[in-house]
C-alpha cells in the first residue's frame, strides 16, 4: 500500500509543480504547526472524480500520524484511512468511485481538525462526459499531456 500511496502522492505533488499551483491546499481550520490540508487526484484516469463510476483517490496531507483521517462526503463518513509517511510528508488516502451525479462537499477530518472542497460530479452518459472524453482523447493523441483533473 505504501508504495502505492508515494506513486499517488508524487503524481499529485509533480502535478501541482508542473499546473503551476493549480492544485490550492488547504482551508484554514488548523494552523502551520497542526495542518490537514485535503485535496483528490485523478492519477490521468479519464474523467475520474469528474463523472460517476469513475475512480480517484481523496487524500488528506497531515502533521499527525498517530490519528487516523476520516473522510466525508456530504456530512456521510465514507471511509476512515491511517497516514503514512512518505519523503517526510505524512498523507491518508480513500479510493472514491461517484455513484451519482450532483454536488458534493468532500472533508477529511482529524481530531479537531478538519478541511473540505466542492466537487461536482455529472452524469457518465451525459453529452457533457462524452465530450470530454473526445477531448481527452485529442489530448493523447496529438502527444499532449493527458492530466486529469486535479482539484484542490
Known amino acids: 500500500m ?10 499529485v505533488l509533480v502535478a501541482t509543480a508542473l499546473l503551476g499551483g493549480g492544485l490550492a491546499l488547504g ?19 479519464p474523467l475520474a472524480c469528474v463523472a460517476t463510476g469513475s475512480s480517484c483517490e481523496l487524500w488528506a496531507e497531515v502533521t499527525d500520524t498517530a490519528t487516523p483521517v476520516t473522510f466525508r462526503l456530504n456530512g456521510t463518513v465514507v471511509g476512515t484511512a491511517m ?9 491518508a ?19 479537531t ?7 461536482d460530479i455529472i452524469d457518465d452518459n451525459s453529452v457533457q462526459a462524452t465530450f ?5 482523447a485529442l489530448e493523447t493523441f496529438d502527444g499532449g ?3 486529469g483533473h486535479e482539484i484542490r
Open 27 to 45: 482551508g484554514g481550520t488548523a494552523s502551520a504547526s497542526t495542518a490537514l490540508k485535503v485535496g483528490m487526484s485523478t492519477l490521468g484516469v
Open 113 to 119: 481538525l478538519s478541511d473540505s472542497f466542492a466537487l
Open 93 to 111: 488516502d480513500l479510493a472514491w468511485t461517484p455513484q451519482a451525479a450532483g454536488h458534493y462537499v468532500v472533508t477529511a477530518q482529524q481530531g
Open 145 to 147: 499531456s493527458a492530466r
Open 2 to 11: 505504501s508504495r502505492s500511496l508515494a506513486r499517488r502522492c508524487a503524481s
Open 132 to 136: 470530454l472524453r473526445f477531448q481527452y
Open 83 to 91: 497516514p503514512v509517511e512518505i519523503n517526510n510528508l505524512n498523507f
